[in-house]
Each structure stands twice: as structure tokens, then as C-alpha cells.
Nanobody
Framework: QVQLVESGGGLVQPGGSLRLSCAAPGRIFSINRMGWYRQAPGKQRELVATISSGGSTNYADSVKGRFTISRDNAKNTVSLQMNSLKPEDTAVYYC??????WGQGTQVTVSS
């Protein structure tokens, strides 16, 4: 069973920053598109950002200019740098290795 291990969630004030990280097995990481999704209470899971094995990125409109996804191919990790956080960014954030591998989720709460 493939395990994706996330870290870095927490509580932050509006305007603050957090960095999420996700570690994946090498055999999955090297060939797959990686991504971050989020799910807020009462809402469907939505795409936040993806990055291909070649480094091409894609972002949801709501996070463009504030979030940056990156990958470290030597460490088999993908990260999400989140700046200028807003209360509406509050959600459980999930790491994904395309198409069907998921992490357990990490809570991000933006509140004063």
C-alpha cells in the first residue's frame, strides 16, 4: 500500500504563512504528477495545485500568487508554500500522487 506522509499544518493568523510537505515512495514520486487538494467543512474536495514530473505547475485561481508548489526529486518530496493566508483557506489539505494515491490529510486553520 502506497503511503504519502504529510506534515506542516497548523494554526496561523490571517496574512501569515505555512509550508506543507509530503513524502512519497520513490517509485511513485518519480513518475507521477503530484498535487495538493483541500476540503473545507461541508464542501467538496478541491484542487489547490499540481506539479508534473517535469516541473510544470497548475494552480486554482483562488491561490494564484499566494501559494507555490515545488518538488525535490532527490528527496521524493513535494511542498506547498502558502503565503498571505486567508480564513477561507481553512481546510484539511491532502497530498496526492496521480491518480489515486492520497495522504491522510493535515489541518490548516487560518484564524485570529
Amino acid at each position: 500500500q502506497v503511503q504519502l506522509v504529510e506534515s506542516g499544518g497548523g494554526l496561523v493568523q490571517p496574512g501569515g504563512s505555512l509550508r506543507l510537505s509530503c513524502a512519497a515512495p520513490g517509485r511513485i514520486f518519480s513518475i507521477n504528477r503530484m498535487g495538493w487538494y483541500r476540503q473545507a467543512p461541508g464542501k467538496q474536495r478541491e484542487l489547490v495545485a499540481t506539479i508534473s514530473s517535469g516541473g510544470s505547475t497548475n494552480y486554482a485561481d483562488s491561490v494564484k500568487g499566494r501559494f507555490t508548489i515545488s518538488r525535490d526529486n532527490a528527496k521524493n518530496t513535494v511542498s506547498l508554500q502558502m503565503n498571505s493566508l486567508k480564513p477561507e483557506d481553512t481546510a484539511v489539505y491532502y497530498c496526492n500522487a496521480y491518480p489515486t494515491y492520497w495522504g491522510q490529510g493535515t489541518q490548516v486553520t487560518v484564524s485570529s
